[in-house]
């Protein structure tokens, strides 16, 4: 997403190894080159730490939707059984939402994981740009299976910097 | 870096490389079905569309055709509700449950365990909707304004908590189940030579192309949809008994039936799991992934569960007798010696008696034993919500009004019916779906792997 319009030239370079990756991503950046982006074909365990990648806030998010979905819970059971038609249902409190509540905490539950969880998973979409039909994101089909791909910008020295870091194949694009 | 005890047994076995897991995932999806997964899957369309024709007389001619009477209100078709719902536990249990404890054993079963949740749990929703009998008014249970005041759903009624629970799981698991999915079916699209094929892929893999970001949010949202799964699985089978428990049936009106009935969940949804299984490891040659190790683990899964539930109903005769309510003593003693004896001894039989076999390790690394294990245990499953639902029904307070129920065939062509939707369902997926977690799997490869495992132990014996 960084790189948009500007026809600046981007180098790929391919790994066959996770543990040649971390370390050729260390030696990269200690050689003061900037990486755009890594396709691996599976999560690769401190990746994200080697490439200074900031931690993901899509955890509070979900809490932040769990909220939302306690509210509307809330909401939902004190219009309906307390506020617009009140009752008398086994001869349950009906005239104050806090007496009435305990019947309701299944649904309060139930709709605090229902928000959570689908709200979530939509962010997730959507901020990685996953829809059906999209278009791959990986350049080369490879990395999907046991390849892993090096993209940055194109620079002096560069090429022999990532052939010493262990590339099997190099190109420019 | 990677280090792990060599007391550890390898989870994949063979020298197997990333690209050669990628082969072995992909060969069922790339390659025709083989003869025998055709004639599975006939029969189980045949039965199948055996159970819509049973639905449609149902839905045209009313419930009066199934077996229930005026005493017996709730019969098989609550029974295979239960059954159907508890077997789908023990998919979320295995994916959620177990990446909370970090048990990489979990990796090559979870695919095909929350695909079992999903088909089940579809199989189970449509004994309520039908036990409607008006099933297009089906909607009615949704909170939503309507003519009549509006009249509102009732948040206080267990059956509309049930409504809630049942449809939060369901749509939880299938969205936990893609989130999943989404980084193997890249992999099938990227391999994909045939057009049509590769175009299918291309839309059910939403684009993704294994980002570092992606994957780094990738398990952020595993581990969060894992921590609202697991309360979620066990609120689920908690209201289903509480159908039961706040009504004042004998036999029914119990505080210990929620842990009672999440452990009956976890017991028979394993031995379904062990059942599916058993049979794709050996239809698609997957022994290599899903290992005798993985199915001595569920075994023992098996054999705690059940324990749990012959705890369970040892406690529920005991406090039976200790309440000194008379009621509550005549159920019971009704339902092991009764006119439904039978039902009762063979749920104890199947349930309680049969997964003591498995504190012998040479039977439970047996895999045709653990096969008739598995069913046996699906049948005691099948037979204990029988045996909680018309038992109790069956003799109420007034003499009178006892009587036994029987199915008519309609009763039996539904459940026949749902198995063979659930088939249907289960062979589809395999042949379509990447049946084991494949990106999942390559991150223990280097640890978990016997190949290279042998290798980390023989290159530490220089040190």
């Known amino acids: 997403m960084a790189h948009t319009t500007e026809p600046t030239p981007v180098v790929r370079a391919l790994y066959h190894d996770d543990d040649v990756l971390i370390s050729a991503v260390k030696e990269i950046r200690a050689a003061g080159y900037k990486i755009s982006e890594v396709y691996t074909p599976f999560p690769v365990h401190g990746l994200d730490k080697a490439m200074g990648l900031k931690e993901t806030r899509i955890a509070m998010a979900a809490f932040m939707y769990g909220l939302l979905g306690l509210t509307v819970a809330v909401t939902l059971t004190w219009y309906m059984m307390i506020s617009d038609w009140p009752q008398n249902i086994g001869g349950k409190p009906n005239y104050n939402w806090g007496m009435n509540m305990p019947a309701f905490v299944p649904i309060l539950f139930e709709l605090t994981v229902f928000f959570a969880a689908h709200l979530m998973v939509w962010t997730y979409l959507v901020i990685n740009g996953l829809y059906p039909g999209a278009d791959a994101q990986n350049p080369d089909p490879r990395t999907t299976d046991d390849y892993f791909m090096v993209e940055l910008p194109a620079a002096d020295g560069l090429v022999d910097v990532l052939k010493k870091s262990g590339a099997v194949e190099i190109a420019e694009a | 870096m990677h280090y792990e005890s060599p007391v550890r047994q390898p989870l994949i076995l063979g020298d197997k490389s990333y690209n050669q897991i990628t082969e072995d995932v992909v060969r069922p999806i790339e390659n025709p079905a083989p003869r025998s997964w055709w004639m599975v899957f006939s029969i189980a369309l045949v039965m199948f569309l055996w159970g819509v024709g049973c639905l449609a007389y149902t839905v045209g001619t009313g419930i009066g055709v199934w077996g229930l009477n005026k ?85 206080n009624s267990p059956l509309l908590w049930d409504v809630f629970a049942i449809s939060t799981y369901l749509s939880v698991s299938v969205v936990f ?260 977690a494949q990106a999942e799997l390559k991150t223990i490869l280097k640890t978990s792997g016997e190949a290279q495992k042998k290798h980390h132990s023989d290159h530490g014996a220089h040190h």
């Open chain 2, 71 to 155: 005493t017996v209100g709730w019969a098989w078709d609550i029974t295979n509700f239960v059954w159907w719902v508890g077997i789908g536990h023990a998919g979320t249990l295995i994916s959620a449950v177990l990446l909370l404890f970090r048990q990489r054993w979990r990796m090559a079963i979870n695919r095909s365990a929350e695909a079992m949740t999903i088909f089940s749990v579809i199989q189970a929703g449509l004994f309520p909707v039908f036990h409607m009998g008006r099933v297009w008014m089906a909607y009615w249970v949704l909170p939503i304004p309507n003519q009549f005041g509006s009249l509102w759903v009732n948040f």
């Open chain 2, 177 to 436: 189940w893609y989130v999943g999915l989404i980084p193997d079916f890249a992999m099938v699209r990227d391999r994909a030579v045939n057009p049509v094929q590769k175009h299918i892929y291309k839309i059910l893999s939403f684009g993704w192309g294994g980002k570092a970001k992606a994957w780094q949010r990738f398990e952020e949202v595993s581990l969060v949809l894992a921590g609202l799964a697991t309360p979620l699985v066990l609120s689920v089978h908690t209201i289903v008994s509480m159908d039961f428990a706040t009504s004042v049936i004998p036999g029914w009106h119990t505080t210990i039936f929620p842990p009672y009935f999440v452990a009956g969940a976890i017991f028979s949804g394993f031995a379904m799991v062990q059942t599916l299984l058993l049979i794709v490891r050996k239809v698609f040659k997957m022994e290599d992934y899903i290992t005798v190790q993985h199915i001595e683990m569920m075994n023992i899964v098996i054999m705690v569960t059940g324990s749990i539930v012959g705890v369970a109903y040892i406690t529920e005769l005991f406090i039976a007798w200790y309440s000194g309510v008379e009621y509550e003593q005549y159920a019971f003693l009704n339902r092991a010696t009764g006119p439904y004896w039978w039902a009762y001894w063979s749920m104890m039989t199947c349930n309680v008696f049969s997964p003591q076999f498995m504190w012998f390790k040479k039977l439970r690394t047996n895999l045709v034993f653990t096969f008739v294990i598995s069913i046996v245990v699906n049948i005691g499953m099948w037979f204990e919500r029988f045996v909680i639902i018309v038992t109790s029904l069956h003799r109420d307070y007034l003499p009178s009004s006892w009587s036994m129920f029987s199915p008519s065939f309609v009763d039996v062509g539904i459940f026949v019916g749902t198995i063979g939707f659930f088939f249907v369902l289960f062979l589809l997926y395999a042949r379509t779906f990447p049946v084991i």
